[in-house]
Structures are given as structure tokens and as C-alpha cells.
């Protein structure tokens, strides 16, 4: 058969969260005027240089600490060499073979519900380097203008093994990772402003065969555009191939308008940086007293949190992996928890999961937006624990929180009358009148038909306009109809 | 181990340098020269040594991340060749 295997590998630029840039005490804001934030050193004016910012670093400490990565006591800045006019000096400050942050994984969730999977992916390396400026390539007389204030931001750019094998699977991590980076507060993730930019490096191969030759699909700027670009290049590597055509090293674009990838530059142009140890740089010396310091101000990360969902408030692994996929989430579902009680940890988790990320995904709304607030949620929840209301009825009370008429759950309840039925005597009183409206159906179900019970729970349910308890309507009803 | 002249030719574009037939030929000598040396220092016994980063054993000094620097725009661009409307402007330069 026709089979191929893909193999992917990601390379992400984090723009790490810091005032400064990271060898400049230049400002690092978004959105200021040209050239307002690059000074001397951005614009490498002679005889100036580099001073590494202390913030960048615990930044990359935080990270490797996260992903339980080796934090070299000592790494190396080296010169990346290459000409491009947002590149002042004509090489960019990286790391090569000493990178701060070595090895690591995150484990990632993909897909969702029964065909969900776990899958770890392995990470190379992440290391340190400066950004480069803007070029604007429209509308100056046949030149192009260059912006340098982007030039010197701090970026961590984390590098993963080829451990992928699918679009999915490369979006899983992404998510992940730009999850990880804003739960640890290293980078801002603002994808629009490119605080968070991934490079894929596709190829496909015969599973068993070696790696085929790779293609890097470069500066991908949302999730979507993750996809859609691995999509694409991977059929076309595919037919490529099936066409007998080898696939060449390059660098490709992908143009989020035709959904296509075309190439940028190809292997002959590329990758020549002659790397060597920057002389203006000393080598970047982290202590295990700075290395405990930070890990002892790192917050509960996403697995342990994870964990913790687990075995103490008996969630699935599942649920426990949706409720920690970013701070706002695991936070929502906390507060929630913590107004509903522990017992009913698991309701809380369906609310926030399924009716409350439906609402807001219905209005395109984030989970920090929620006009309900875990505080309202929480409350609820704690109405259908304790058999004020049914579950049915509660999608009407989170309606009406939703829209802001009223400001607790109980509020609404008493406003709306929606107090649920469990007086056995009043139910009781509804079943026999339904019987007896309802003989062909009580005939049915003697003659063991099943679905005319639903029919009768149906019947009592409507007579109670909804608030009858559902659980008590069964059983009166089998009892009766038993008797 | 010698450079061969495209090689010199590879280097010297790499780098944007322009050069002759003849000033590559007279460069590929040169830096043929400096493998020469290298491959002495290679045949130096270095396991165990830790490559060396820096001359100086000592590290990196840091600095606290802080705003230091003001906007002296029109001072850094009044010394460059062209501007408008706050960019440098350069030849055109599309990949």
C-alpha cells in the first residue's frame, strides 16, 4: 500500500518577557514609532556592546526547569553570520554548541474525547539569541525601509526532535508549549504581535525508512496556519515523490491565502553561518543557587497540576489534561471548584468543559471574558448537587447568569421558580394523573415496550414544566407501573 | 586539508567581499597558509581539555533588565545615508 509517514519537527521563537532588550537597555513595547526603541547597540554603531539582560536568562532557566531539561551551568553565545539589512551587524547573537537549556519533553494531548491520545515529544535544545529588525518592502521609491526596534528583543527559539507525525500532533505540541510559556510567565504568546512564531520542518517516508529530505515551512503565525501549511506541504511532498521526483532542502513560505507553501530560498543559498564563539560575550555562567532560587518560584506547572486533578478530586486523565491546557482554564475550573466543594469536582469539570466552553466558543469568547464567573458557575453547580434544580433546568439558570439576569444562581431560582419538585407527594400525585390520561401508553409498556416508559417520564416531566426530580419520576413511575 | 579557489570564491561571497581571479588566488594562498597552522595545533593531544569559549576565565557580567535608553532617533539617523518617515531606507531587498 501506498503508505506514508510523516515526520515533523518544530522550531519555535519565543519572545521572552522583558522590558529591555537583551544586550541593550533599549525598550522592548510593542507598536512604538520606527526606530524609537533601537539605540546604539541595536543599530550596532561602532565600538558598542553587548551586555546580556539578567531577566532573559531566568527566563530560559524557567523553561528548562518546566520541561525538566539539563540548564547548563555554562553555555556559549556564538555569532551567527549572515547579511540581511535588519541585521545591523551582519550576524545575529544565538547560541550553537552550548545552548542554555539542553534536552526535555512535554507531554501533549491530541486530538479529543474517545480518540484522544497522549504523546511525549522529545526537545533538542532551546537556547538564547537576539531578533532581527523589520523590513517594510512597499511604497519607498524602489527601496525598502527597515524598522529596528524589534532588533535585540530576547527570544528563546526551542527546538524539538523530529518526534511528530502529523499536523494534529504538531498543533498539539504548539498549543502546548505556547500554554507552557505563558503559565511560567516567560513570554506574553501574543501570536498577532509575533511574541510566538513556529518554523515546521516536514518530511514524509516509507515507516521503517529512513528520514527523507525536510523542508522548513517558516514563521507560522497561528495554529491554523500550523496546519494548514503542514497539510499542504506534506501532500505535496508526498506527490512530489510519487511523481519521481526527489525532494530538495529548502526554506517555503506558506501564503495563508492560496494555502500554499512556495519556496523562499533553496539549499545552495542556505545555512552557511559560520558560527563561532561571539569574543564580545563571555561565557553565560548559571549558579545551582540561582538555578534553586528559581525553582522554588516556579509555580505548580501544568502536569503536576494535571496530576494533582487527578488524585485528589478523581478526575479523568482526560478531563484533568482539558482543565490544565492554559493558566486561565486551571483557574476558572479552581475557583469553581472551590465555591461547589470537592465532591462535586467532577459536575464542575463537565460545566467548564462542555456547556460553559460551548457558550463561549458560541460568542467567540475566551475563558477570562466569561460573563459568568467561576464564583456564579460554582454556585450552580452546587444547586444541582444538592437536588434544588435538574441538570436540565440548570442550562436555563446558566441562560439566564449569562445574560446577566440575576446575579447568583439561587437568585435566578427563586426568580424563576425553578426550585425542583422532590415532594414524593406532589409527584406522585402528577404519575397518577398521567396513567390515567395515558392508558395506551401504560399498555405498551406492560407488553414490554420500553420506550413508552420515556414517553410517560416525558408526559410527567411536562406536567411539572421541567422541575419535576427525574430520578424520583422514574422510580414512582416503575412502582406504579409495576403495581 | 587546502581550499580550492571556488572555495576562496564561496568564502569571499559568504562574506560580501568582492574579489579578482588573481586576489583569490593570491587569498587561497594565504588562508592555505592558516591550515597549515591549524593542522599543527590540531596534532596537539587536547582530550580532556574543555574547549575554551573566551581567553578569560571569568564570566559573563548581567544586567538587570531596565529601560536605559532614551529615543535619539534624529540624532542616529541624521548620519544615515537616507530615511523617510522613520525607517532607513536601503536598496530593495526581496527574497
Not at chain 2, 21 to 39: D, K, P, R, V, Y
Not at chain 2, 62 to 78: I, K, T, W
Request: hydrophobic share 40%.
Amino acid at each position: 500500500m501506498n503508505q506514508w509517514e510523516v515526520v515533523i519537527g518544530i522550531e519555535t521563537h519565543t519572545q521572552l518577557a522583558t522590558v529591555s532588550k537583551i544586550f541593550s537597555g533599549a525598550s522592548t513595547a510593542f507598536g512604538a514609532a520606527p526606530n524609537t526603541q533601537a539605540c546604539a547597540v541595536d543599530l550596532a554603531l561602532p565600538g558598542v556592546l553587548p551586555v546580556l539582560n539578567r531577566q532573559a536568562v531566568e527566563c530560559a532557566i524557567r523553561f528548562g526547569l518546566a520541561i525538566g531539561a539539563h540548564v547548563a551551568p555554562k553555555s556559549v553565545f556564538a555569532r551567527k553570520n549572515y547579511f540581511y539589512p535588519d541585521l545591523p551587524k551582519g550576524y545575529q547573537i544565538s547560541q550553537f554548541e552550548l545552548p542554555v537549556v539542553q534536552g526535555g519533553a512535554i507531554t501533549v494531548q491530541v486530538g479529543s474525547g474517545d480518540k484522544a491520545y497522549e504523546k511525549t515529544i522529545n526537545l533538542t535544545r532551546a537556547h538564547l539569541e537576539e531578533d532581527a529588525g523589520k523590513s517594510l518592502h512597499e511604497d519607498f521609491h524602489g527601496k525598502s525601509g527597515i524598522d529596528l526596534n524589534r532588533a535585540g528583543t530576547p527570544l528563546l527559539e526551542i527546538v524539538t526532535e523530529p518526534d511528530m507525525r502529523s499536523s494534529d500532533e504538531a498543533v498539539a505540541y504548539a498549543r502546548a508549549l505556547h500554554a507552557l510559556v505563558r503559565w511560567i510567565g516567560i513570554c506574553d504568546g501574543n501570536m498577532q504581535e509575533g511574541s510566538f512564531r513556529c518554523d515546521a520542518n516536514v518530511s514524509v517516508r516509507r515507516p521503517g525508512a529512513p528520514f527523507g529530505t525536510r523542508r522548513e515551512i517558516k514563521n507560522l503565525n497561528s495554529f491554523r496556519f500550523l496546519k494548514e501549511a503542514i497539510d499542504f506541504e506534506v501532500q505535496w511532498q508526498i506527490n512530489e515523490i510519487e511523481e519521481g521526483r526527489a525532494i530538495q532542502q529548502a526554506t517555503v513560505l506558506f501564503d495563508p491565502d492560496t494555502g500554499e507553501t512556495r519556496m523562499m530560498r533553496s539549499k545552495e543559498d542556505a545555512h552557511d553561518y559560520r558560527y563561532f564563539p561571539d569574543p564580545d560575550l563571555l561565557p553565560l555562567v548559571i549558579s545551582a543557587d540561582w538555578l534553586e532560587r528559581v525553582r522554588g518560584e516556579l509555580p505548580e506547572l501544568p502536569a503536576q497540576k494535571r496530576q494533582r486533578f487527578v488524585e485528589q478530586l478523581g478526575l479523568s486523565a482526560y478531563d484533568a489534561t482539558t482543565l490544565t491546557a492554559s493558566q486561565e482554564i486551571a483557574d476558572f475550573y479552581e475557583s469553581t471548584v472551590s465555591v461547589a466543594g470537592q465532591a462535586a469536582a467532577k459536575p464542575c469539570a463537565n460545566w467548564v468543559m462542555v456547556d460553559l466552553a460551548a457558550r463561549l466558543n458560541k460568542d467567540g469568547l475566551d475563558i477570562a471574558q466569561s460573563p459568568v464567573s467561576p464564583q456564579q458557575l460554582g454556585g450552580l453547580v452546587l444547586r444541582i448537587v444538592d437536588n434544588t434544580i435538574s441538570n436540565n433546568i440548570a442550562k436555563k439558570v446558566f441562560e439566564a447568569l449569562w445574560s446577566g439576569d440575576g446575579a447568583t444562581a439561587d437568585e435566578v431560582i427563586e426568580k424563576q421558580g425553578l426550585k425542583q419538585i422532590t415532594d414524593s407527594g406532589a409527584i406522585e400525585a402528577l404519575v397518577d394523573e398521567v396513567l390515567a390520561a395515558n392508558p395506551a401508553n401504560v399498555a405498551e409498556y406492560r407488553a414490554g415496550k420500553e420506550k413508552a416508559f420515556n414517553a410517560l417520564v416525558g408526559q410527567v416531566m411536562k406536567a411539572a414544566k421541567g422541575k419535576a426530580n427525574p430520578q424520583q419520576v422514574n422510580e414512582l413511575l416503575k412502582a406504579k407501573l409495576a403495581g | 586539508m587546502s581550499l580550492t579557489p571556488e572555495q576562496v570564491k564561496r568564502i569571499a561571497h559568504l562574506a560580501r567581499i568582492e574579489v579578482s581571479e588573481s586576489e583569490a588566488l593570491t587569498t587561497q594562498g594565504h588562508l592555505n597558509g592558516i591550515f597549515e597552522l591549524i593542522e599543527q595545533m590540531q596534532a596537539v593531544d587536547t582530550a580532556g581539555v574543555e574547549p575554551m569559549a573566551h581567553a578569560q576565565d571569568v564570566c559573563q557580567r548581567l544586567r538587570a533588565d531596565a529601560v536605559s535608553e532614551a529615543d535619539r532617533r534624529a540624532a542616529y539617523q541624521a548620519v544615515a545615508p537616507e530615511t523617510e518617515a522613520g525607517l532607513y531606507l536601503v536598496p530593495k531587498v526581496i527574497e
